[in-house]
Structures are given as C-alpha cells and as structure tokens.
C-alpha cells in the first residue's frame, strides 16, 4: 500500500474545528478536497499532517496559526474614510469586499468597525492567527 509523498495527488475528507470546538470548515457533505502536495494549494500544517499516511488512514492534527494562514497582522488593518466607498454601499460589521490594487491584484478585506466618519476594514485571513484544529481522512492517492 503507498503513503503519500511530495507531489502526490490526493483526496481527503476533513472538518476544520477551532480551539473552541466551533467548526469552520468541513467536506464530509461535498466531494473530498482533492490537492497535490508541495504546490501551496494547502496551509503548511495540513500538508505535513498527511505526509506517510494510505488510503483510509485518518489523523487528527493540531496546527498552530504560524502554520496555517499566519499571525494576525495589524498592519494589514486600515481606517478607511467612508467617503472613499462606493456611496451605495451599506457598510455593516462582517460584509466582505475587495480592494483593488494599482497592479490589479484583488484583496478580499473584511468590515470589522463602521462608524460615522471612518470604516475599519482587514485584509487578515478570517483565520489569521488562529490555531486550527482537523480530522483529515485519507480518500484516495491519484495515479
């Protein structure tokens, strides 16, 4: 039976818990996740806790948040002058937007403060300097 190595293609079923037991994420009502490894699809942590695992191997890994989506960064959360958005636009704490970059990149940001004046929006992963908890199940190794 092979193990999973670098370079591998493969299929997992997981469920993603905080350290509060709250669920973040899980594929047990889709189709399992299917990823190689080594090509930064994944977080770090979730890569090195299936490594040398075969098909129908579970593992339950602890991944601390320097190898998940990284510390919170408060450079990355800015004020913004509400008359800098689109006047449309209801801000509301928790609203998703994207910000254009002069290069064209898009940055997902998310609504954390809205008042009179100003709006707070972060750029963080909604799960940046949070460690992660998974039950991973080994599905399938591609040929």
Not at 6 to 22: F, M, R
Not at 42 to 56: D, K, Q, T, Y
Not at 91 to 116: C, E, F, R, S, Y
Request: charged content about 20%; aromatic content about 4%.
């Amino acid at each position: 039976m092979s193990s999973i190595k670098n370079g591998d293609t493969v299929s997992v079923h997981y469920t993603g818990t905080l350290t509060s037991g709250e669920v973040f994420d899980s594929s047990l009502e889709r189709k399992p996740l299917k990823f190689t490894l080594g090509k930064g699809q994944l977080i770090p942590g979730f890569e090195r806790a299936i490594m040398g695992l075969s098909v129908g191997e579970k593992v339950k890994a602890n991944i601390p948040s320097k190898e998940a989506y990284g510390e919170h960064n408060s450079e990355m959360v800015l004020q913004v002058p509400n008359n800098q958005l689109p006047p449309e636009l209801d801000a509301q704490v928790g609203m998703q937007l994207q910000l254009n970059q002069p290069d064209g990149q898009v940055i997902p940001v998310q609504i954390t403060q809205v008042k009179v004046e100003m709006v707070t929006i972060d750029a963080n992963h909604p799960l940046a300097g949070k460690d992660l908890n998974f039950d991973i199940e080994i599905i399938e190794i591609h040929e």
